[in-house]
Nanobody, 120 residues
Framework: QVQLVESGGGLVQAGASLRLSCAAS????????MGWFRQAPGKEHKFVAA????????SYAESVKGRFTISRDNAKNTVYLQMNSLEPEDTAVYYC?????????????WGQGTQVTVSS
């Protein structure tokens, strides 16, 4: 069983930056692909970014390409999402996810979420 705990959310103005962290426990972090999803009020869960277990492969939603960067530190069992040039449309609850294969193929574990609010 893997537990994921997100942190780093908050209220910022448009154009600002935030860095989300997701700390994993329960073992096996290095073997899991990781990712971030978000859910805005009244909208469905949407993919944001993913990273392979080695960290060598990443992918992004078109809406965040060039602004967000996903990374991981396997020594710290932590995955990060650096968010720059934030826009009001980025307002959502952000969820960390892990998968034995790819988060785009299926998520095995979810975090509890962290709120990001971007004011205009």
């Amino acid at each position: 069983q893997v537990q994921l705990v997100e942190s780093g959310g908050g209220l910022v103005q448009a154009g600002a930056s935030l860095r989300l962290s997701c700390a994993a426990s329960g073992g096996g972090f290095m073997t899991y692909a990781m990712g971030w999803f978000r859910q805005a009020p009244g909208k469905e869960h949407k993919f944001v970014a993913a990273i392979s277990w080695t960290g060598r492969s990443t992918s992004y939603a078109e809406s965040v390409k060039g602004r967000f960067t996903i990374s991981r530190d396997n020594a710290k069992n932590t995955v990060y999402l650096q968010m720059n040039s934030l826009e009001p449309e980025d307002t959502a609850v952000y969820y960390c996810a892990s998968s034995r294969t790819s988060v785009l193929a299926g998520v095995d574990y979810w975090g509890q979420g962290t709120q990001v609010t971007v004011s205009s």
